[in-house]
Protein backbone atom coordinates (compact mmCIF):
# COMPACT_ATOMS: atom_id res chain seq x y z
CA UNK A 1 0.00 0.00 0.00
CA UNK A 2 1.26 3.64 -0.85
CA UNK A 3 1.36 5.94 1.84
CA UNK A 4 2.20 9.72 0.01
CA UNK A 5 3.20 10.88 3.14
CA UNK A 6 3.41 10.61 6.74
CA UNK A 7 0.38 12.55 7.86
CA UNK A 8 -1.36 9.53 5.90
CA UNK A 9 -0.47 6.75 8.42
CA UNK A 10 -3.04 5.41 10.76
CA UNK A 11 -1.52 6.40 14.82
CA UNK A 12 0.68 5.41 16.20
CA UNK A 13 3.12 4.83 13.85
CA UNK A 14 7.03 4.57 13.94
CA UNK A 15 9.22 6.95 11.41
CA UNK A 16 12.61 6.42 10.27
CA UNK A 17 14.05 9.32 8.66
CA UNK A 18 16.22 7.19 5.56
CA UNK A 19 18.93 10.73 5.28
CA UNK A 20 19.64 11.12 9.22
CA UNK A 21 20.19 7.21 9.21
CA UNK A 22 22.44 7.22 7.00
CA UNK A 23 24.42 10.13 8.13
CA UNK A 24 24.48 8.18 11.18
CA UNK A 25 25.86 5.07 10.18
CA UNK A 26 28.39 6.55 7.72
CA UNK A 27 29.86 9.02 10.38
CA UNK A 28 30.28 6.02 12.76
CA UNK A 29 31.90 3.96 10.45
CA UNK A 30 34.04 6.81 9.40
CA UNK A 31 34.67 7.24 13.13
CA UNK A 32 35.43 3.92 13.72
CA UNK A 33 38.07 3.72 11.08
CA UNK A 34 40.11 6.88 12.02
CA UNK A 35 40.20 5.22 15.57
CA UNK A 36 41.68 2.16 13.95
CA UNK A 37 39.27 0.20 15.16
CA UNK A 38 37.06 -2.94 13.80
CA UNK A 39 33.48 -1.39 14.12
CA UNK A 40 30.60 -4.49 15.45
CA UNK A 41 27.21 -2.64 15.67
CA UNK A 42 25.12 -3.93 18.42
CA UNK A 43 21.83 -4.23 16.30
CA UNK A 44 19.60 -4.55 19.45
CA UNK A 45 19.13 -0.96 18.51
CA UNK A 46 16.66 -1.42 15.62
CA UNK A 47 16.45 -5.38 15.48
CA UNK A 48 15.88 -4.48 11.66
CA UNK A 49 17.88 -6.42 8.76
CA UNK A 50 17.95 -3.60 6.13
CA UNK A 51 19.57 -1.24 8.43
CA UNK A 52 22.08 -4.15 9.42
CA UNK A 53 23.02 -4.59 6.03
CA UNK A 54 23.57 -0.46 5.52
CA UNK A 55 26.04 -1.29 8.56
CA UNK A 56 27.34 -4.47 6.50
CA UNK A 57 27.89 -2.73 3.24
CA UNK A 58 29.73 0.42 5.20
CA UNK A 59 32.35 -2.17 6.38
CA UNK A 60 31.01 -3.29 9.77
CA UNK A 61 32.72 -6.86 10.62
CA UNK A 62 29.68 -9.10 12.07
CA UNK A 63 27.24 -7.74 13.87
CA UNK A 64 26.41 -7.78 18.24
CA UNK A 65 23.08 -9.15 19.46
CA UNK A 66 21.58 -9.25 22.69
CA UNK A 67 19.10 -11.98 22.00
CA UNK A 68 19.03 -15.71 20.87
CA UNK A 69 16.06 -14.77 18.41
CA UNK A 70 17.90 -11.96 16.70
CA UNK A 71 21.17 -14.41 16.20
CA UNK A 72 18.95 -17.11 14.21
CA UNK A 73 16.88 -13.82 12.44
CA UNK A 74 20.24 -12.76 11.29
CA UNK A 75 22.02 -16.04 10.35
CA UNK A 76 18.78 -16.79 8.26
CA UNK A 77 19.35 -13.39 6.68
CA UNK A 78 22.89 -14.22 6.03
CA UNK A 79 24.75 -12.72 8.60
CA UNK A 80 27.65 -15.10 9.60
CA UNK A 81 29.61 -13.31 12.02
CA UNK A 82 27.75 -12.54 15.25
CA UNK A 83 28.43 -12.05 18.79
CA UNK A 84 25.85 -12.46 21.80
CA UNK A 85 26.85 -10.08 24.15
CA UNK A 86 24.36 -11.36 26.72
CA UNK A 87 26.25 -14.06 29.60
CA UNK A 88 24.85 -17.40 27.76
CA UNK A 89 21.88 -18.51 29.29
CA UNK A 90 22.86 -22.62 29.81
CA UNK A 91 18.99 -23.74 29.03
CA UNK A 92 19.24 -22.52 25.62
CA UNK A 93 22.19 -24.25 24.54
CA UNK A 94 20.89 -26.78 22.18
CA UNK A 95 19.62 -23.17 20.16
CA UNK A 96 22.85 -22.23 20.94
CA UNK A 97 24.63 -25.13 19.20
CA UNK A 98 22.36 -25.16 16.63
CA UNK A 99 23.16 -20.94 15.67
CA UNK A 100 26.99 -21.94 16.03
CA UNK A 101 26.78 -24.26 13.98
CA UNK A 102 26.33 -22.67 11.00
CA UNK A 103 27.60 -19.39 11.69
CA UNK A 104 30.52 -17.75 13.61
CA UNK A 105 28.29 -16.98 17.17
CA UNK A 106 30.84 -15.32 19.51
CA UNK A 107 29.56 -16.31 23.24
CA UNK A 108 30.11 -14.40 26.41
CA UNK A 109 30.45 -15.78 29.50
CA UNK A 110 31.36 -14.43 33.22
CA UNK A 111 31.48 -17.79 35.69
CA UNK A 112 32.95 -21.28 36.38
CA UNK A 113 29.34 -22.15 35.89
CA UNK A 114 28.91 -21.11 32.24
CA UNK A 115 32.16 -22.98 31.53
CA UNK A 116 31.32 -26.31 33.10
CA UNK A 117 28.19 -26.11 30.73
CA UNK A 118 30.01 -25.03 27.54
CA UNK A 119 32.65 -27.37 28.01
CA UNK A 120 29.93 -30.56 28.42
CA UNK A 121 28.30 -29.75 25.74
CA UNK A 122 31.94 -30.97 23.90
CA UNK A 123 31.59 -28.25 21.01
CA UNK A 124 33.81 -26.33 19.98
CA UNK A 125 32.07 -23.25 20.84
CA UNK A 126 34.08 -19.46 20.43
CA UNK A 127 33.89 -17.93 23.83
CA UNK A 128 34.52 -14.67 25.45
CA UNK A 129 34.82 -13.52 28.92
CA UNK A 130 32.64 -10.39 29.92
CA UNK A 131 34.64 -8.00 31.91
CA UNK A 132 33.32 -5.73 34.51
CA UNK A 133 34.98 -2.07 33.43
CA UNK A 134 32.96 -0.04 35.93
CA UNK A 135 29.72 -0.08 34.90
CA UNK A 136 29.12 -3.30 37.78
CA UNK A 137 26.13 -5.44 36.08
CA UNK A 138 27.81 -8.26 34.57
CA UNK A 139 31.31 -9.02 34.14
CA UNK A 140 34.07 -10.76 36.28
CA UNK A 141 36.47 -8.35 38.66
CA UNK A 142 39.70 -7.85 36.34
CA UNK A 143 41.55 -6.56 40.26
CA UNK A 144 41.34 -10.72 41.07
CA UNK A 145 42.85 -13.62 40.47
CA UNK A 146 39.46 -15.42 39.66
CA UNK A 147 39.11 -13.72 36.49
CA UNK A 148 42.71 -14.27 34.54
CA UNK A 149 42.64 -17.68 36.12
CA UNK A 150 38.81 -17.99 34.50
CA UNK A 151 40.32 -16.79 30.81
CA UNK A 152 42.94 -19.21 31.40
CA UNK A 153 40.71 -21.70 32.01
CA UNK A 154 38.80 -20.90 28.86
CA UNK A 155 42.54 -20.12 26.95
CA UNK A 156 43.51 -24.08 27.79
CA UNK A 157 40.44 -25.85 27.01
CA UNK A 158 40.61 -28.50 24.50
CA UNK A 159 36.79 -28.12 23.21
CA UNK A 160 36.68 -24.21 23.73
CA UNK A 161 38.46 -21.30 21.55
CA UNK A 162 38.97 -18.75 23.42
CA UNK A 163 38.02 -15.17 21.90
CA UNK A 164 39.36 -12.35 23.79
CA UNK A 165 38.09 -10.05 26.34
CA UNK A 166 34.45 -8.01 26.14
CA UNK A 167 33.20 -4.95 27.81
CA UNK A 168 30.22 -2.34 27.98
CA UNK A 169 30.43 1.22 29.22
CA UNK A 170 26.90 1.24 30.37
CA UNK A 171 27.81 3.77 32.69
CA UNK A 172 28.56 6.34 30.06
CA UNK A 173 25.10 7.09 30.04
CA UNK A 174 24.48 9.85 32.48
CA UNK A 175 28.07 10.47 33.11
CA UNK A 176 29.56 13.84 33.45
CA UNK A 177 32.68 13.24 31.62
CA UNK A 178 32.32 10.48 29.06
CA UNK A 179 35.47 10.65 27.63
CA UNK A 180 36.80 9.81 30.69
CA UNK A 181 34.60 6.93 31.50
CA UNK A 182 35.58 5.56 27.47
CA UNK A 183 39.40 6.29 28.24
CA UNK A 184 38.88 4.39 31.81
CA UNK A 185 37.01 1.26 30.00
CA UNK A 186 39.86 1.26 27.40
CA UNK A 187 42.72 1.33 30.24
CA UNK A 188 40.93 -1.42 32.11
CA UNK A 189 40.92 -3.64 29.29
CA UNK A 190 44.46 -3.41 28.01
CA UNK A 191 45.31 -3.60 31.52
CA UNK A 192 43.79 -7.11 32.14
CA UNK A 193 45.00 -8.09 28.47
CA UNK A 194 48.28 -7.08 30.00
CA UNK A 195 47.98 -9.43 32.84
CA UNK A 196 46.57 -11.97 30.77
CA UNK A 197 49.61 -11.64 28.84
CA UNK A 198 51.92 -12.34 32.22
CA UNK A 199 49.94 -15.20 33.05
CA UNK A 200 50.46 -16.78 29.65
CA UNK A 201 47.14 -16.39 28.58
CA UNK A 202 47.32 -14.79 24.31
CA UNK A 203 44.06 -12.35 23.95
CA UNK A 204 43.30 -12.67 20.20
CA UNK A 205 41.35 -9.54 20.18
CA UNK A 206 39.64 -6.97 22.69
CA UNK A 207 36.50 -5.55 22.07
CA UNK A 208 34.42 -2.72 24.16
CA UNK A 209 31.26 -0.66 23.38
CA UNK A 210 28.71 1.85 23.84
CA UNK A 211 27.63 5.07 21.96
CA UNK A 212 28.30 7.80 23.96
CA UNK A 213 31.37 6.23 24.76
CA UNK A 214 32.27 6.12 21.05
CA UNK A 215 30.97 9.64 20.53
CA UNK A 216 33.80 11.10 23.36
CA UNK A 217 36.24 8.89 23.26
CA UNK A 218 39.95 10.36 22.44
CA UNK A 219 42.12 6.98 21.25
CA UNK A 220 41.50 3.76 21.45
CA UNK A 221 44.90 2.18 21.58
CA UNK A 222 44.91 -1.35 22.29
CA UNK A 223 41.52 -2.15 21.44
CA UNK A 224 40.82 -4.40 18.22
CA UNK A 225 36.92 -3.45 17.83
CA UNK A 226 33.65 -1.53 19.28
CA UNK A 227 30.41 -2.37 19.49
CA UNK A 228 28.05 0.86 19.99
CA UNK A 229 24.19 0.48 18.62
CA UNK A 230 22.52 3.62 19.49
CA UNK A 231 24.41 5.61 17.24
CA UNK A 232 21.98 4.62 14.19
CA UNK A 233 19.23 5.88 16.01
CA UNK A 234 20.01 8.22 18.53
CA UNK A 235 17.32 9.35 21.11
CA UNK A 236 16.51 12.42 23.45
CA UNK A 237 18.88 11.05 26.11
CA UNK A 238 21.68 10.98 23.71
CA UNK A 239 20.58 14.86 22.52
CA UNK A 240 20.61 15.66 26.76
CA UNK A 241 23.63 13.84 27.06
CA UNK A 242 25.53 16.11 24.60
CA UNK A 243 25.98 13.00 22.35
CA UNK A 244 24.07 13.81 19.36
CA UNK A 245 21.61 16.86 18.67
CA UNK A 246 17.78 16.71 17.30
CA UNK A 247 18.26 16.38 13.95
CA UNK A 248 20.95 13.61 14.37
CA UNK A 249 17.57 10.96 15.97
CA UNK A 250 16.01 8.96 12.93
CA UNK A 251 13.38 7.38 14.98
CA UNK A 252 10.21 9.26 16.16
CA UNK A 253 6.65 8.56 16.77
CA UNK A 254 3.65 9.52 15.32
CA UNK A 255 0.65 9.85 17.40
CA UNK A 256 -2.75 11.59 17.54
CA UNK A 257 -4.65 13.69 20.06
CA UNK A 258 -7.64 11.83 21.21
CA UNK A 259 -9.08 13.45 24.03
CA UNK A 260 -8.41 16.81 25.28
CA UNK A 261 -9.66 19.64 28.05
CA UNK A 262 -8.63 22.89 29.70
CA UNK A 263 -5.45 21.54 31.39
CA UNK A 264 -4.19 18.48 29.12
CA UNK A 265 -4.95 16.24 26.15
CA UNK A 266 -4.27 12.65 25.81
CA UNK A 267 -2.68 11.13 22.64
CA UNK A 268 -2.73 7.51 21.07
CA UNK A 269 0.75 6.76 22.46
CA UNK A 270 1.59 5.41 25.85
CA UNK A 271 3.92 2.95 27.39
CA UNK A 272 3.53 0.21 24.45
CA UNK A 273 4.50 3.01 21.63
CA UNK A 274 7.08 4.98 23.57
CA UNK A 275 8.51 2.82 26.84
CA UNK A 276 8.15 3.71 30.40
CA UNK A 277 12.02 4.93 30.07
CA UNK A 278 11.83 8.39 32.20
CA UNK A 279 13.79 11.07 30.16
CA UNK A 280 17.36 11.83 31.38
CA UNK A 281 16.57 15.36 33.27
CA UNK A 282 13.44 16.24 33.57
CA UNK A 283 10.99 12.83 33.55
CA UNK A 284 9.37 13.04 31.15
CA UNK A 285 8.38 10.41 28.65
CA UNK A 286 9.05 11.94 25.21
CA UNK A 287 9.49 15.20 23.58
CA UNK A 288 7.92 16.68 20.81
CA UNK A 289 9.31 18.00 17.58
CA UNK A 290 7.54 21.83 16.49
CA UNK A 291 5.63 21.04 13.71
CA UNK A 292 7.00 19.50 10.70
CA UNK A 293 10.57 21.17 11.45
CA UNK A 294 13.47 19.40 13.37
CA UNK A 295 13.70 21.99 16.60
CA UNK A 296 11.67 20.33 19.49
CA UNK A 297 8.91 22.35 21.27
CA UNK A 298 10.29 23.79 24.66
CA UNK A 299 7.77 23.40 26.76
CA UNK A 300 5.40 20.88 25.06
CA UNK A 301 6.12 17.02 26.52
CA UNK A 302 5.08 13.83 27.11
CA UNK A 303 4.19 14.03 31.02
CA UNK A 304 2.95 10.41 31.78
CA UNK A 305 2.03 7.16 30.10
CA UNK A 306 -0.26 4.07 30.66
CA UNK A 307 -0.57 1.31 28.36
CA UNK A 308 -2.21 3.00 25.42
CA UNK A 309 -2.95 6.23 26.43
CA UNK A 310 -0.03 9.13 26.76
CA UNK A 311 -0.92 12.32 28.76
CA UNK A 312 1.01 15.65 27.27
CA UNK A 313 1.25 18.64 29.63
CA UNK A 314 -1.32 21.03 27.95
CA UNK A 315 -3.97 21.30 25.92
CA UNK A 316 -4.19 20.46 21.54
CA UNK A 317 -7.30 20.25 19.57
CA UNK A 318 -8.57 16.47 18.84
CA UNK A 319 -7.34 14.93 15.82
CA UNK A 320 -3.81 17.16 16.21
CA UNK A 321 -1.20 14.99 14.78
CA UNK A 322 2.07 15.55 17.15
CA UNK A 323 6.24 13.77 16.36
CA UNK A 324 7.55 12.57 19.29
CA UNK A 325 11.19 11.71 20.07
CA UNK A 326 11.08 9.30 22.14
CA UNK A 327 14.09 9.16 25.14
CA UNK A 328 15.12 5.21 24.25
CA UNK A 329 15.11 4.67 20.51
CA UNK A 330 16.19 0.79 21.50
CA UNK A 331 12.78 0.16 23.74
CA UNK A 332 11.15 1.99 20.88
CA UNK A 333 11.68 0.55 18.38
CA UNK A 334 11.34 -2.97 20.15
CA UNK A 335 7.17 -1.94 20.47
CA UNK A 336 6.72 -2.11 17.01
CA UNK A 337 6.27 -4.58 14.46
CA UNK A 338 7.31 -2.18 11.26
CA UNK A 339 8.81 0.99 11.03
CA UNK A 340 7.80 3.53 8.03
CA UNK A 341 10.91 4.62 6.35
CA UNK A 342 10.43 8.61 5.15
CA UNK A 343 12.23 10.83 3.11
CA UNK A 344 11.11 14.37 3.86
CA UNK A 345 8.17 13.75 4.58
CA UNK A 346 7.36 10.84 2.30
CA UNK A 347 6.64 7.37 2.89
CA UNK A 348 9.34 5.60 0.51
CA UNK A 349 9.35 1.97 2.56
CA UNK A 350 8.07 -0.40 4.87
CA UNK A 351 10.64 -2.37 7.37
CA UNK A 352 10.01 -5.45 9.60
CA UNK A 353 11.31 -4.85 13.04
CA UNK A 354 13.03 -8.54 14.53
CA UNK A 355 11.30 -8.31 18.44
CA UNK A 356 10.91 -12.25 19.28
CA UNK A 357 13.01 -13.58 21.98
Given amino acids: MDFPTIHDLS ?28 LRPHIKTHKCVEIARRQRALGSRGITVSTL ?29 AIASRVRLRLVVDSGTAVDALEQAA ?26 QLARRIHESENLTFGGILSHSGHAYGAADRAAV ?20 EVPEISVGSTPAMMAVKQLNGVTEARPGNYALFDY ?8 APTDCAVTVMASVVSSNSRQCVIDAGALALSKDLGPE ?36 V ?39
Avoid at 26 to 34: H, I, L, N, P, Y
Avoid at 132 to 145: I, L, S, T
Avoid at 298 to 305: G, I, N, T
Fill in 319 to 357: GTRVRILPHHSCLTMAMFDEVYVQQEGQVIDRWRIWRGR
Fill in 282 to 317: DGTFGKLFRDDSSELEEDLYVASVSQEHGKLNRPLP
Fill in 69 to 97: YEAKVFADHGFDDITWAFPVILNRLEEVR
Fill in 11 to 38: TPALLLDAAVLENNLSSMAERARRLEVA
Fill in 123 to 148: FPFEVWLKVDCGYHRVGVDPEQEEAW
Fill in 237 to 244: SQVAMGSC
Fill in 182 to 201: AEEERAVMVGFAETLAHHEV
